[in-house]
Nanobody
Framework: QLHLVESGGGLVHPGGSLTLACIAS????????IGWFPQVPGKEREGVSC???????NYADSVKDRFTISRDNAKNTVYLQMNNLKPEDTAVYYC?????????????????WGQGTQVTGSS
């Protein structure tokens, strides 16, 4: 069974950067597309980025040109490089496995959710 664990969250000032990691175990990550989903209390998770098994990426408009998703299959890890962070990026960030298409990134299509990592933007 695919098991995902997120890491790399923390406190960052506006304009700062963080790199999140989603580490997989149980299966080789090569076969899976992975997405990233921030969630704030009281709101639904939203998909902000995903990467297909062959490396095609997709981004929500809110993070395009600021976030970069990548994968290192040898390390069974998908990364989310977050630059120019804004206070509204504050959320618990989850990774999950599911289809990475060319349009939206609906959380309902994803599974094998990790436990999340907290990203807090602070001024």
């Amino acid at each position: 069974q695919l098991h995902l664990v997120e890491s790399g969250g923390g406190l960052v000032h506006p304009g700062g950067s963080l790199t999140l990691a989603c580490i997989a175990s149980g299966f080789r990550l090569d076969y899976y597309a992975i997405g990233w989903f921030p969630q704030v209390p009281g709101k639904e998770r939203e998909g902000v980025s995903c990467i297909s098994s062959w490396g095609r990426s997709n981004y929500a408009d809110s993070v395009k040109d600021r976030f970069t998703i990548s994968r290192d299959n040898a390390k069974n890890t998908v990364y989310l490089q977050m630059n120019n962070l804004k206070p509204e990026d504050t959320a618990v960030y989850y990774c999950a496995s599911g289809p990475c298409g060319v349009k939206g990134i609906p959380p309902t299509d994803f599974g094998a959710w990790g436990q999340g990592t907290q990203v807090t933007g602070s001024s």
